[in-house]
């Protein structure tokens, strides 16, 4: 049981670091965040497999744009949860707020990550979303307003 404490405390401080980062708009953090290759799963478009830095820096810059386009300002943790599925492996999901610029909601949603360590540090391998009104896997409740 200590082994599993220790990762769910190594991936909690993982990601909340991921998020600082991402607040920052520091696109070093983001980088470092991720494996190559890592796959981006939706429903809409399948998966999206960004496999070396060039990709990487491209999917940042999607993103980025699209939710600061919407107003995004910034990005709050609203629950996590880990499972670890080995020593260096294991599953997040993450309950996050986005915010505007004047403080109100943009949107919530519920992410699920797969992280492994490579021996130095956890990082992302692969990224979805649940899409509202469905939670995804475990007996969580989906966050008001998803």
């Not at 993982?14 to 998020?19: E, L, T, W």
């Amino acid at each position: 049981m200590a082994d599993d404490e220790k990762i769910v405390r190594e991936v909690e401080a993982f990601y909340r670091g991921y998020i600082d980062g991402f607040n920052r708009e520091d696109i070093d953090i983001f980088m470092q965040s991720f494996d190559l290759p890592f796959v981006v799963i939706s429903g809409e478009q399948g998966a999206f497999v960004c496999s070396n830095e060039a990709d990487q820096q491209r999917f940042y810059t999607r993103m980025m744009g699209a939710i600061q386009e919407q107003g995004w300002a910034r990005s709050g943790v609203d629950q996590l949860r880990v499972w670890p599925l080995g020593e260096r492996l294991a599953i997040l999901l993450a309950d996050v707020t986005r915010y505007r610029r004047d403080g109100s909601i943009l949107a919530r949603l519920r992410a699920f990550y797969n992280v492994r360590n490579d021996g130095k540090n956890w990082k992302i391998v692969s990224l979805s979303e649940a899409h509202a009104p469905f939670a995804g896997p475990g007996d969580l409740p989906r966050p008001a307003g998803g």
